[in-house]
């Protein structure tokens, strides 16, 4: 309800759930650059920007805010437990590819199954790696998260 809410407001939104009350200082701060820095793009209408989107952002800047390990599970979340390696594997050929068809083709399944696994992922994390702004952060997570 509350990215409907802002965006009928014309306002943005970043929410910060993952740090403890005694860096609550740190947890403003980082929320309130994120919304100055994130670009146009970033704010898709039916979404406020997360934890994962403002630690990338801040580590964009030069100040990040949290290691790359806990980068990478804010914004792959479940990816990474065992298991899931496929998908994994799936969201790293797609962003090397650049098409779902390419991966498809580079990893020898059906372009239909690619592009499930590829929904699977959204669901899983919240972010669509079809969306600019989302594969950006994918793609840096998965990058310095190994």
Same mark, same amino acid.
């Given at each position: ?32 650059? &994120?919304?100055?820095? &994130? ?6 209408? &039916? ?42 594997? &799936? ?56």
């Amino acid at each position: 309800a509350a990215p409907r809410a802002l965006g009928e407001r014309g306002l943005r939104g970043c929410a910060i759930s993952g740090e403890s009350p005694d860096r609550i200082a740190v947890a403003y701060r980082l929320a309130a650059d &994120a919304l100055d820095t &994130a670009p146009a793009h970033a704010h898709h209408p &039916a979404r406020v920007l997360t934890d994962g989107d403002a630690q990338v952002l801040a580590l964009l800047g030069g100040r990040p805010a949290g290691t790359p390990d806990q980068i990478g599970r804010l914004i792959l979340g479940p990816l990474v437990q065992p298991g899931r390696h496929h998908l994994m594997e &799936a969201l790293t050929t797609y962003l090397d590819t650049g098409s779902a068809n390419a991966a498809a083709r580079r990893l020898g399944l059906h372009p239909q199954s690619l592009r499930y696994r590829l929904r699977r992922i959204s669901d899983l994390t919240t972010r669509d790696p079809r969306d600019p702004w989302q594969r950006l952060t994918l793609d840096i997570a998965r990058t310095i998260a190994h």
